[in-house]
């Protein structure tokens, strides 16, 4: 069976909903060919209010066989291959929209080297397990940014909890800062397993 699979993400994190409004059958395809069901990851997070706002992506490293086009397996409305300092006002903006109280000078822990490595890690996972169902999981960075425990919130498979945890447990972060200092605070992942 030839599976194929792709990441979602807009930001961080990714609106789930939207999908179902636009009428999408990511979960119910009965339309399709087992032999052509994609699995998918996507994340829940913040999306931009502006419909047409920028889009982002990762890129299969290899065409499938028979092709010499490399598909996207992460789209986003954040940058993956930028750092946070790297990113722009607009965008920092829009990756704290996800933090209730973050005060003009503070800012979230963030993967050192940007998103791109946890989602393309994390898109490994599920092409490999095929799992569908909401993963939500929350790693505790401390003022060092090194990752100090995953909590698991939800999950369909103990096998995706697990390798997300694993992911995100082996990553070095930008420290979190409270008002100039690096502090302690969690990063939040929370992405939806599909198949298609």
Same mark, same amino acid.
């Given at each position: 069976?030839?599976?194929?699979?792709?990441?979602?993400?807009?930001?961080?994190?990714?609106?789930?909903?939207?999908?179902?409004?636009?009428?999408?059958?990511?979960?119910?395809?009965?339309?399709?060919?087992?032999?052509?069901? $994609? /699995?998918? =990851?996507?994340?829940?997070?913040? !999306?931009?209010?502006?419909?047409?706002?920028?889009?982002? %992506?990762?890129? &299969?490293?290899?065409?499938?066989?028979?092709?010499?086009?490399?598909?996207?397996?992460?789209?986003?409305?954040?940058?993956?291959?930028?750092?946070?300092?790297?990113?722009?006002?607009?965008?920092?903006?829009?990756?704290?929209?996800?933090?209730?109280r973050l005060g003009p000078h503070d800012e979230p822990p963030f993967p050192?080297?940007?998103?791109?490595?946890?989602?393309?890690?994390?898109?490994?996972?599920?092409?490999?397990?095929?799992? $569908? /169902?909401? =993963?939500?999981?929350?790693?505790? !960075?401390?003022?060092?940014?090194?990752?100090?425990?995953? %909590?698991?919130? &939800?999950?369909?498979?103990?096998?995706?909890?697990?390798?997300?945890?694993?992911?995100?447990?082996?990553?070095?972060?930008?420290?979190?800062?409270?008002?100039?200092?690096?502090?302690?605070?969690?990063?939040?992942?929370?992405?939806?397993?599909?198949?298609?």
């Amino acid at each position: 069976m030839l599976t194929r699979f792709a990441l979602i993400a807009f930001g961080c994190l990714v609106h789930v909903a939207s999908w179902a409004q636009a009428g999408s059958t990511l979960l119910d395809a009965p339309d399709l060919s087992p032999h052509i069901r $994609q /699995g998918f =990851v996507t994340s829940a997070a913040p !999306v931009p209010d502006r419909a047409n706002a920028p889009r982002y %992506s990762i890129r &299969e490293d290899v065409a499938e066989t028979g092709s010499n086009i490399r598909r996207n397996i992460v789209t986003g409305s954040i940058p993956f291959d930028k750092r946070y300092d790297e990113l722009t006002p607009d965008q920092q903006a829009l990756f704290k929209s996800q933090y209730q109280r973050l005060g003009p000078h503070d800012e979230p822990p963030f993967p050192a080297n940007g998103l791109g490595r946890v989602y393309r890690a994390i898109s490994v996972a599920q092409n490999v397990l095929l799992v $569908q /169902g909401t =993963v939500s999981v929350f790693v505790e !960075v401390n003022p060092k940014g090194e990752p100090e425990s995953v %909590s698991v919130f &939800e999950a369909p498979d103990p096998k995706i909890a697990r390798a997300v945890a694993s992911i995100l447990m082996l990553e070095q972060y930008k420290p979190a800062l409270c008002d100039g200092t690096p502090c302690r605070m969690g990063f939040p992942v929370r992405v939806a397993l599909e198949l298609r």
